[in-house]
């Protein structure tokens, strides 16, 4: 027992044995010799004399001390093979395995996608790949930081893998995607059901600090084609889908359809072009006047301000509308840089202008998002001469919640650099009237259009009269937009609008005709 607890190691006990035993069993035959008195024996070479017992003790001695050195050589080599092991178990785990959440990592998933491929392929078994995405990760990581977004990954991980059964093996691609491969999957039916339990144990609050981080996501689903199965169009045959369930409001998975290939290579082409369009100067910016509405004819009237919208004119397609092509910059981040650029020739354009005229800029919920906006914003304003309160972002508000501290920051620092903020959308408009709102709101854009939808004619004056009384009560200025006849006109000074906006008074001006109207030297107030 004492020499387990001294030498734990099998090799070096054994060391020790030998070399004690080796040792008594020389001081044995020494003890012997002395005290038996046992002859010597004339050596026959050398007449050399020597004991039996000393040469048998000489020759033991050497021996132990050899199994020794063997053994203690031994266990030095045993702990460097073991030493040796243990790294390259280290280095193979982490070869396979993601650091953060412990998973499996990319690499894993293509070992493993490869070792299935032919068996699935020769058995016919259907191999699913779900493939998850977090929604506003990134808000996450910009407003509460890194370690928040590292706690929600590997809480979600957990649960993912918590949530699946041997059969369908977790992994995480990278970022704020898992995926999840099915072996012999079940019908769609049954993966769908699955799914929708799957998507309601994951993603839920995550505990932090001292609150809670609310989580969403979604799950796009791909199916292998019977007897083939290929990692790469499984991965991109479930982006796509992924791409469609976040379309839908909430925790929602979707399925791959061949017209969603057909649809993904449009919008391929399309964000390809909107890059090349902003190197080749195919962007544009046009601008529709607003009026102050008192003014008795219409061919009179004095633009108060002017609202910008974006244009593209492409190659091969010629004009294409904002309705068509922003959702896609919004989506592929392009947003960011095709906001910066109209923002910068808006504001050099209104330079000669009124110096009281005001210019409405749409901004983007990303653009609000994104650290240093309001930044960018003021730093072009001092470079360009602008005075801020001639600036009105027109913010989309319905696409920003309250969770969106970020984008709500923004908002409040732009308003105290002196920018006014406006919404447009009607739900949005009429949110900002009301006394509670996330943010402050300067101006209030409200659709003709959309009132008269709702109110019918007979009752759209009346209707957009309580709109305007609620303004007044919040003191917030409104701008009636959609005015494009005299008859809209009409209605809009009977409510009690001050100010209209739309083709009353003519189309849309480009900057140089703007300018010109400044400048005196063209007047052009009709198309």
């Not at 402050?440 to 709109?467: P, S, W, Y």
Request: charged fraction near 20%; include cysteine; glycine fraction near 10%.
């Amino acid at each position: 027992m004492m020499l387990n607890s001294y030498a734990p190691n099998r090799i070096r006990r054994y060391a020790f044995a030998g070399l004690a035993i080796g040792l008594l069993t020389a001081l044995a035959m020494y003890a012997g010799d002395v005290f038996a008195g046992v002859s010597s024996i004339q050596s026959a070479l050398g007449g050399t004399t020597f004991t039996v017992s000393r040469v048998l003790a000489t020759a033991a001695s050497c021996l132990a001390l050899l199994l020794a050195v063997a053994g203690f050589r031994h266990a030095k080599l045993s702990r460097q093979l073991a030493g040796e092991r243990a790294r390259a178990e280290t280095l193979h785990h982490a070869a396979y395995h993601d650091s953060l959440t412990g998973l499996r990592n990319r690499h894993a998933l293509s070992e493993d996608a490869a070792a299935l491929s032919a068996d699935a392929g020769a058995a016919g078994k259907q191999i699913a790949v779900l493939l998850f995405d977090l929604d506003r990760f990134k808000l996450i990581n910009d407003t509460l930081g890194h370690a928040a977004g590292d706690e929600v990954l590997k809480v979600l991980g957990g649960r993912i893998a918590e949530a699946c059964q041997p059969d369908q093996l977790v992994y995480r691609l990278g970022g704020d995607e898992f995926v999840v491969m099915w072996k012999d999957a079940p019908c769609a039916a049954a993966i769908g059901r699955f799914c929708t339990r799957l998507s309601t144990a994951v993603f839920r609050p995550v505990d932090f600090g001292e609150g809670a981080l609310d989580t969403s996501g979604s799950i796009g689903i791909a199916l292998s084609d019977a007897g083939s199965f290929r990692l790469s169009d499984l991965l991109k045959r479930a982006d796509l889908a992924l791409y469609r369930a976040k379309e839908t409001p909430g925790l929602s998975h979707s399925f791959f359809s061949e017209e969603m290939d057909s649809a993904y290579r449009i919008r391929r082409d399309l964000e390809a072009d909107m890059r090349a369009g902003l190197s080749s100067g195919a962007f544009g910016v046009e601008y529709t006047p607003a009026y102050r509405s008192g003014m008795a004819n219409p061919s009179m009237m004095r633009p108060s301000g002017f609202t910008a919208r974006l244009t593209w004119h492409h190659p091969e397609h010629g004009i294409i509308l904002p309705e068509t092509f922003m959702p896609v910059a919004e989506e592929s981040g392009l947003i960011l840089m095709i906001g910066k650029w109209m923002l910068g020739e808006v504001l050099l354009a209104a330079q000669s202008w009124g110096k009281t005229t005001e210019v409405v800029v749409p901004v983007s919920p990303a653009q609000l998002s994104e650290p240093g906006f309001s930044d960018l914003v003021t730093s072009m304003l001092a470079n360009t001469g602008i005075a801020p309160h001639r600036l009105v972002c027109d913010v989309c508000t319905s696409a920003i919640p309250e969770s969106n501290v970020a984008a709500l920051a923004t908002i409040a620092r732009l308003r105290t650099a002196g920018v006014k903020i406006a919404v447009s959308e009607f739900s949005a408009g009429i949110a900002g009237l009301a006394m509670t709102r996330p943010h402050k709101v300067d101006r209030v854009r409200l659709d003709l259009a959309h009132i008269r939808a709702i109110a019918g004619e007979d009752r759209l004056a009346n209707m957009l009269g309580l709109f305007l009384q609620l303004a007044g009560v919040v003191e917030t200025a409104v701008t009636v937009t959609g005015v494009h006849t005299p008859d809209d006109l009409e209605c809009a000074r009977a409510a009690g609008a001050t100010e209209v906006e739309g083709r009353i008074a003519g189309t849309a001006l480009n900057k140089n005709e703007i300018a010109a109207m400044y400048s005196g030297t063209q007047e052009r107030l009709a198309g």
